[in-house]
């Protein structure tokens, strides 16, 4: 087994707190809402599981260097994984908010998802990325962090099945094609991109990854030569597209 490493120097520790300290600056509601308290815990919950990864930062060591109590904690998270979890979504950028503040899409799946693939060898390196890296390694041998990641990826998954069902009903997306097959698929190029920047992977260069993902992404017009086809939301093996974070084939 290969375990990827995701401690961070002190230079990139200090570029965690940077961002984490931008984006608390108008913190999201925490479990019991948003105020202070929560904005130093989830500060400090950032800054040590990026120094000492997830098993190794205890509870007590995150209250300390929020300057709080381990009440404080346990009056708004239920524990480590959900703190964890607190410090992914208030520092990790959610790439489709992005795109729709950015950008005139209207919400058209294929221009999402051209701009998106593209901007995968062009994006600047998060300093949250150590604390995403902990995320997944810690979910594999705990149970609560493993449930709280799929929360949060299957939100995003019914967000993306969403647009890819309304490009279905414009013309613009083949409806022959299985909707959760499209965001299993474009989340895992995603997730790809994360460990090939984890272990300092050299990416591809622009002009040519965009040829790739402009074709790609062509690959998803209408077959021109197929009947008009009722795309069923259904089957036996796929989930619906308001169920696209449930796993396919029984999984």
């Given at each position: 087994?290969?375990?990827?490493?995701?401690?961070?120097?002190?230079?990139?520790?200090?570029?965690?707190?940077?961002?984490?300290?931008?984006?608390?600056?108008?913190?999201?509601?925490?479990?019991?809402?948003?105020?202070?308290?929560?904005?130093?815990?989830?500060?400090?919950?950032?800054?040590?599981?990026?120094?000492?990864?997830?098993?190794?930062?205890?509870?007590?060591?995150?209250?300390?260097?929020?300057?709080?109590?381990?009440?404080?904690?346990?009056?708004?998270?239920?524990?480590?994984?959900?703190?964890?979890?607190?410090?992914?979504?208030?520092?990790?950028?959610?790439?489709?908010?992005?795109?729709?503040?950015?950008?005139?899409?209207?919400?058209?799946?294929?221009?999402?998802?051209?701009?998106?693939?593209?901007?995968?060898?062009?994006?600047?390196?998060?300093?949250?990325?150590?604390?995403?890296?902990?995320?997944?390694?810690?979910?594999?041998?705990?149970?609560?962090?493993?449930?709280?990641?799929?929360?949060?990826?299957?939100?995003?998954?019914?967000?993306?099945?969403?647009?890819?069902?309304?490009?279905?009903?414009?013309?613009?997306?083949?409806?022959?094609?299985?909707?959760?097959?499209?965001?299993?698929?474009?989340?895992?190029?995603?997730?790809?991109?994360?460990?090939?920047?984890?272990?300092?992977?050299?990416?591809?260069?622009?002009?040519?990854?965009?040829?790739?993902?402009?074709?790609?992404?062509?690959?998803?017009?209408?077959?021109?030569?197929?009947?008009?086809?009722?795309?069923?939301?259904?089957?036996?093996?796929?989930?619906?597209?308001?169920?696209?974070?449930?796993p396919s084939h029984g999984k």
């Amino acid at each position: 087994m290969i375990v990827i490493m995701s401690r961070v120097t002190n230079a990139a520790v200090s570029d965690v707190a940077t961002t984490v300290a931008r984006s608390l600056a108008s913190p999201p509601p925490g479990p019991t809402g948003a105020d202070g308290t929560t904005a130093k815990l989830v500060q400090a919950a950032a800054l040590v599981f990026a120094e000492k990864g997830y098993d190794g930062a205890g509870v007590a060591e995150i209250a300390r260097r929020a300057g709080l109590t381990t009440g404080a904690i346990y009056s708004r998270f239920s524990g480590k994984a959900e703190l964890l979890a607190a410090a992914i979504t208030a520092c990790v950028p959610d790439e489709f908010d992005q795109l729709f503040a950015e950008h005139a899409f209207d919400g058209r799946a294929k221009d999402i998802l051209n701009t998106v693939g593209a901007h995968l060898v062009t994006r600047a390196a998060s300093p949250m990325q150590p604390v995403l890296l902990e995320a997944f390694v810690a979910a594999r041998r705990d149970p609560e962090v493993r449930e709280v990641l799929r929360r949060q990826f299957d939100d995003r998954r019914r967000r993306l099945a969403d647009l890819i069902e309304a490009g279905k009903a414009t013309g613009l997306i083949d409806p022959e094609l299985d909707t959760y097959s499209i965001v299993h698929f474009a989340h895992a190029v995603g997730l790809g991109f994360l460990a090939y920047e984890a272990l300092g992977a050299e990416h591809p260069e622009v002009a040519p990854w965009e040829a790739v993902i402009s074709r790609v992404v062509g690959a998803l017009d209408p077959d021109p030569t197929s009947s008009p086809a009722v795309h069923p939301t259904t089957d036996a093996t796929s989930p619906s597209p308001n169920d696209a974070g449930a796993p396919s084939h029984g999984k």
